[in-house]
């Protein structure tokens, strides 16, 4: 069965400095994605960002990056120059290929942002 | 334009006891979710619908059975309620990679 580790309950960074968020999965598949969702107050899930495990490349969204390390499975979020609105809970997420409704979730990071 | 709607907003049952949960969305998706969140376990599938008239199982669907009535709702019943079933239930729904969750059902069985 697929798994999600995110380790860090909770973190705080400072406006405008960087943070990573780290996640672990455990898979026995050679491909399938990998997402970071944002569910502010409102609730509503919002993609962060998407990698495609057979893509070496890190994907990289405006602030948003990560470091995705395959042999280790891990797969971390790194934002750059925090923002107030980045405040919110963050989920990991692990998405097989061919059963593209199931996604696995981590169990959260809540990041705090201070002014 | 309402987006994902879920009744009730909190709900207590006794062990033993049935309810369904009600979700209906507007946005004219075809898939929905229905997931469960507990603290420190992350949100887990309980039972997902790719189209109308179509139901699958998720991560945990022992004990809970679904209905996607139509494309709109996506309704899941609890038959006999146990404790274990405490939780807060959110319905999504889901175009290509963006799921709009709904507000949330807040469950306590005694």
Redesign the interface.
């Known amino acids: 069965?697929q798994t999600?580790t995110?380790s860090q309950?909770e973190m705080s960074v400072q406006e405008a400095e960087t943070v990573t968020l780290s996640c672990t999965y455990d898979t026995s598949e050679s491909d399938y994605?990998l997402?970071w969702?944002k569910?502010p107050p409102s609730?509503?899930?919002?993609?962060v960002i998407?990698q495609e495990a057979y893509k070496q490349q890190n994907a990289t969204e405006n602030r948003f990056s990560v470091n995705f390390q395959k042999a280790a499975k891990s797969f971390s979020l790194k934002i750059s120059d925090s923002q107030l609105g980045d405040a919110a809970m963050y989920?990991c997420a692990y998405r097989r290929v061919y059963n593209f409704?199931?996604?696995?979730?981590?169990?959260?990071t809540k990041l705090n942002v201070k002014p | 334009n309402a987006g994902v709607t879920q009744t009730p907003k909190f709900q207590v049952l006794k062990t033993g006891q049935s309810m369904t949960l009600q979700c209906a969305q507007d946005m004219n998706h075809n898939s929905m979710y229905w997931y469960r969140q507990d603290p420190g376990m992350g949100l887990r599938l309980i039972y997902y619908s790719a189209s109308e008239g179509t139901t699958d199982k998720g991560e945990v669907p022992n004990g809970y059975n679904v209905s996607r009535l139509n494309k709109r709702e996506f309704s899941l019943r609890l038959e006999s309620a146990a404790p274990s079933q405490t939780s807060v239930y959110f319905c999504a729904s889901v175009v290509q990679e963006t799921q709009y969750f709904g507000p949330g059902t807040r469950l306590l069985v005694l």
Do not use: T
């Open positions: 069965a999600v995110q309950p994605y997402f969702y569910q609730r509503q899930m919002i993609l998407r989920f409704n199931k996604f696995y979730f981590g169990s959260g």
